[in-house]
């Protein structure tokens, strides 16, 4: 059974570019989260999609969305990009609401110059 | 809303020397709570959960971590170090499986030979 999986696995962009993150969850999986892992700030929650809908976001900007496709898979946009956006994004999936842990993917290791 | 205090950014200890890797939590909720581990340039791997069960939750790798309500700690331990667990820890708190992990900003644990 695959994991999480993301894509790609660094991304170097401009500021002021748009930067596009995917994420494939567990076959099965139907919730993808997404985390910001910034240098000196931890792990920061970002944006929950569950059965194709947005259910919660962290306190980022509306320059961070995303979505969920009908195959559970999600997409994270980042738009006018920052210097400060470059960090390390992971995608995590439950397998259900009864499940007591996230599965991690390895990240997209985002560098904004 | 919930909270994760990790004492320490970073901490050394010599190979087969105790670890101890110190969180404390604070949640309005009985709490979920996860420690991971986070090798460079790679995702989060879970060590060990608590979902309200035994309050001593032994994990991979040898690391155990106990709960105690009256203290709101969650504190890892191991008894003999090895240079392999080099890497930075990060407890989380949830109110369920489901629900988005809030994290502590992480400790970085050094072994020397």
């Known amino acids: 059974e695959a994991g999480v999986t993301q894509s790609p696995t660094h991304l170097i962009k401009t500021r002021g570019q748009q930067a596009t993150l995917r994420c494939s969850p567990i076959?099965?999986?139907?919730?993808v989260y997404w985390y910001q892992q910034a240098l000196g700030l931890g792990l920061q929650f970002l944006l929950w999609y569950d059965e194709g809908e947005e259910r919660n976001r962290g306190n980022f900007p509306p320059r961070f969305s995303g979505r969920q496709f009908p195959n559970y898979s999600s997409e994270l946009n980042v738009n006018a990009l920052e210097l400060e956006d470059s960090a390390l994004y992971l995608c995590?999936?439950?397998?259900?609401?009864?499940?007591?842990?996230?599965?991690f993917g390895q990240g997209t290791r985002l560098t904004v110059v | 809303a919930q909270s994760v205090t990790q004492l320490g950014s970073h901490v050394s200890v010599s190979e087969g020397a105790l670890v101890l890797l110190r969180c404390n939590y604070s949640s309005s909720v009985p709490p979920y709570l996860f420690w991971y581990v986070q090798y460079p340039n790679q995702g989060l791997q879970l060590l060990l959960k608590?979902?309200?069960?035994?309050?001593l939750v032994k994990g991979i790798n040898g690391f155990e971590a106990e709960f105690k309500k009256s203290e709101t700690s969650f504190h890892l331990t191991k008894p003999s170090a090895h240079m392999s667990d080099a890497a930075e820890y990060f407890c989380?708190?949830?109110?369920?499986?489901?629900?988005?992990?809030?994290f502590g900003k992480g400790t970085m644990l050094l072994v020397s030979p």
């Open positions: 989380a708190v949830s109110r369920s499986g489901y629900s988005t992990l809030t």
């Open positions: 995590a999936s439950p397998l259900d609401r009864a499940s007591t842990e996230a599965f």
């Open positions: 608590y979902t309200s069960a035994a309050t």
């Open positions: 076959s099965g999986h139907t919730s």
